[in-house]
């Protein structure tokens, strides 16, 4: 089992940036596939980024692809998301997810999330 915790929201304005990271307690973290995904008020949790167990593999949803970047460090057993360019519509909250070998991007097939942070875009 492992657990996860995410820090880095906020409120940003519009064009600006932030790095959300996620910290992971418990099983070795070299052997889950990591993900970000997102739900936005009223709408359902969907697919953000999502990174390979050794992080030479990553995908993107095609609305923050240029300007989303995941990545980890398996040391210090975190995955990060730098986000750029932000926009009003990236406002929701931001979940981490750990897969056991294999990414996923079907917010039903994460075997562990961590708790959310709250992302927000002003215009």
């Known amino acids: 089992q492992v657990q996860l915790v995410e820090s880095g929201g906020g409120v940003v304005q519009a064009g600006g940036s932030l790095t959300l990271s996620c910290a992971a307690a418990?099983?070795?973290?070299?052997?889950?596939?990591m993900g970000w995904f997102r739900q936005a008020r009223e709408k359902e949790r969907e697919f953000v980024a999502t990174?390979?167990?050794?992080?030479?593999?990553?995908d993107y949803v095609d609305s923050v692809k240029g300007r989303f970047t995941i990545s980890r460090d398996n040391a210090k057993r975190t995955v990060y998301l730098q986000m750029s360019d932000l926009k009003p519509e990236d406002t929701a909250v931001y979940y981490c997810?750990?897969?056991?070998?294999?990414?996923?991007?079907?917010?039903?097939?994460?075997?562990?999330w961590g708790q959310g942070t709250q992302v927000t875009v002003s215009s």
């Open positions: 418990g099983r070795t973290f070299s052997g889950y596939a």
């Open positions: 990174i390979s167990r050794s992080g030479r593999a990553t």
């Open positions: 997810a750990a897969n056991v070998w294999t990414t996923t991007k079907n917010p039903t097939s994460v075997d562990y």
